[in-house]
């Protein structure tokens, strides 16, 4: 652990960026000062959000306070799982191994692709007509 008690993690999904803290504690997780189950009411994100402390053993060892902006609810539990799991690996060396392993410390480097001139989408073309 750092000086002030805790470790961080930055991860980002899309357009989503959080800030992750993690304390010793209960196992509790914060987001945006708000209690997981409040942010999150779809279970299937929040066990996103909860893999890295399964895979590592880790579940009710550490308390997490999160800051997460930008995006959407997909995007951001994307990022708090990667956020998550990047301060685990600063915690413990074999945590990052066991990570690396599950392809939690990879980020997901898939973003909307632009529009470009020309086009009504990034590739959807005007319909063709022959006159």
Same mark, same amino acid.
């Given at each position: ?9 930055? @991860? ?5 960026? *959080? ?51 930008? @995006?959407?609810?997909?995007?951001? *539990? ?10 685990? *690996? ?16 990879? !980020? ?14 990034? !590739? !959807? ?7």
């Amino acid at each position: 652990m750092t000086s002030e008690n805790y470790v961080w993690g930055t @991860g980002k999904r899309k357009c989503a960026i *959080a800030q992750v803290r993690l304390f010793l504690g209960d196992g509790g997780i914060t987001i945006n000062d708000r209690p997981c189950e409040e942010v999150f009411p779809c279970l299937e994100h929040r066990h996103i959000i909860e893999r890295p402390f399964l895979v590592t053993d880790s579940t009710g060892k550490f308390r997490a306070v999160i800051k997460v902006k930008g @995006g959407g609810m997909s995007g951001w *539990a994307g990022a708090i799982r990667h956020g998550i799991a990047r301060a685990l *690996a600063k915690e413990n060396e074999e945590f990052h191994r066991i990570l690396r392993k599950e392809g939690l410390l990879t !980020r997901d480097a898939r973003i909307k692709e632009r529009k470009k001139y020309g086009l009504k989408g990034a !590739r !959807r073309a005007p319909q063709y007509t022959k006159r």
